[in-house]
């Protein structure tokens, strides 16, 4: 028996309505390790490149790993992968919190949408029972008021709520995912994948026990790790940064994470957990703006909508610097003064962006499709996109040496980059005894090394079919 892992594969035809659940392949598991690169391999399989990524045949799959939900501290993340709407490239967005564990207690490591719903739904996951329901009442909801809603409907708090909001809905390109309305799956619009296919929100609720081959083993190999973390250096920097503790009500962690990381804010018009680093400096320092607490605002109004803080930030941040160079002026942006600091502007232009009104529509589709189209327009092309050419190159590159390959390792086996990469507290050594003792399948160093080359192979392909398609 295949210890660690769900056991099943969750296949949800959105057009058709047809749920089919599939066995794993234990020989397929042991390739793949499980997250990241067991999306991988699977777009490798039935994803067709060529695809327009908001068409209803782009795939948008959720992946856990072995030992998602067990005892290894930290070991709750999850990807969800598809066709970037963002990027056109594959795209996939980490997450941790406590959805991907539930995922595997319901029995699933891998969740696999295809097709496009007729109208609005959501997709309820209890154990073996799967239903598409009806969503239409929850549609232009808010993350929040959908995550209430669904689980007021439900009449139970034990499900785990993956919603979009007005964002994912409206097809902005960088929309994201709100996990119980407070963490969130950013990057690569996997939150617009979701609105493409109708699918609201995705809720989840499983009864049953991870299993480990070796627990004795495995326990004891989780005791030394959180040994390890307690003693670490930066321990105490990560739990208490600075520009937290003013605010900060309480720490709060992901499903067994003892680094308890997240800064939960409770402030007039805040309530978030976090927020990372980007978020907050992305609409403090980089927009010009020398206030926190509006940072903090802001960072819940992007929950509350379901878009991402990094891109948005980015196109924002793009404008501000194109007008104080001159490129751009207020003719070219519906008279929105997009001078570096005013607030004003930046919740004007995020408004427009969520609802796709105005010029909004344009800053919806990315920082690419922005810099050149308004390059175009104001006839300073070549001088805008030197500003937007790094950001736009970093959204597209992947695998290049030895960290990623540490990284998809941590990805692979679900684990917080916070946590085991940060803080360099498992090397692949380690990996291969929580691994093996965790699943039973001898994962030895030189496995590992297979998976992980086939993984980054598979992506390379991908990627070197997708360039040369024409865009
Ligand atoms: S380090 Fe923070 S983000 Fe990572 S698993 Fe722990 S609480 Fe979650």
């Given at each position: 028996m295949l210890h660690g892992y769900g056991g099943r594969i969750l296949r949800v035809d959105l057009s058709s309505r047809r749920i089919l659940r599939e066995k794993i392949d234990p020989d397929y598991m042991a390739r793949a390790i499980g997250g990241r690169g067991l999306n991988s391999l699977r777009m490798l399989d039935?994803?067709?490149?060529?695809?327009?990524?908001?068409?209803?045949?782009n795939l948008l799959i959720m992946g856990i790993g072995p030992l998602t939900g067990s005892l290894l501290t930290s070991s709750a993340g999850m990807t969800i992968s598809g066709k970037s709407p963002l990027t056109n490239r594959v795209g996939n967005s980490i997450t941790s919190g406590f959805f991907g564990p539930e995922l595997k207690r319901a029995g699933y490591d891998q969740v696999i949408f295809t097709g496009k719903a007729k109208n609005p739904c959501y997709l309820l996951v209890a154990d073996d029972h799967v239903e598409i329901k009806d969503a239409t009442h929850l549609w232009g909801l808010d993350t929040w008021q959908a995550t209430s809603a669904i689980l007021k409907e439900l009449g139970s708090n034990l499900f785990q709520v993956a919603a979009i909001g007005p964002a994912g809905e409206n097809l902005v390109k960088f929309a994201n995912l709100a996990f119980n309305g407070f963490r969130m799956g950013g990057g690569n619009g996997m939150g617009c994948l979701l609105g493409s296919k109708n699918l609201k929100a995705i809720v989840v609720h499983g009864t049953s026990q991870v299993t480990l081959a070796k627990p004795l083993i495995f326990h004891a190999l989780c005791s030394e790790m959180d040994q390890k973390i307690i003693a670490h250096d930066t321990f105490d920097e990560i739990t208490k940064e600075t520009p937290a503790r003013a605010n900060q009500v309480k720490n709060k962690s992901c499903y067994n994470c003892n680094l308890n990381c997240f800064h939960y804010h409770v402030k007039e018009q805040v309530e978030l957990e976090g927020p990372e680093h980007d978020s907050l400096h992305g609409y403090s320092s980089r927009l010009g703006v020398d206030d926190l607490s509006s940072s903090l605002k802001m960072n819940t109004y992007l929950n509350k909508m379901g878009i991402d803080s990094l891109e948005s930030t980015q196109t924002i941040g793009l404008t501000m610097e194109c007008f104080q160079k001159g490129l751009l002026n207020r003719n070219d942006v519906d008279g929105l003064d997009f001078s570096l600091g005013n607030q004003k502007t930046v919740y004007a232009i995020l408004k427009k962006m969520i609802t796709r009104e105005g010029v909004g529509d344009l800053f919806a589709e990315g920082i690419s499709k922005l810099s050149e189209t308004l390059g175009k327009k104001s006839e300073n092309s070549l001088k805008i996109s030197e500003i937007a050419d790094p950001l736009v190159k970093k959204q597209k590159t992947f695998f290049t040496g030895q960290t990623d390959q540490q990284e998809l390792l941590m990805d692979c086996m679900t684990l917080c980059k916070k946590n085991e990469l940060a803080m360099d507290t498992l090397d692949i050594d380690a990996a291969s005894k929580f691994l093996t003792a965790g699943t039973g399948i001898d994962f030895t160093l030189k496995r590992i090394e297979k998976s992980l080359q086939g993984i980054i192979d598979a992506n390379k392909k991908m990627n070197t079919d997708l360039s040369s398609i024409k865009e």
């Open positions: 039935e994803l067709d490149l060529n695809l327009d990524p908001l068409s209803p045949e």
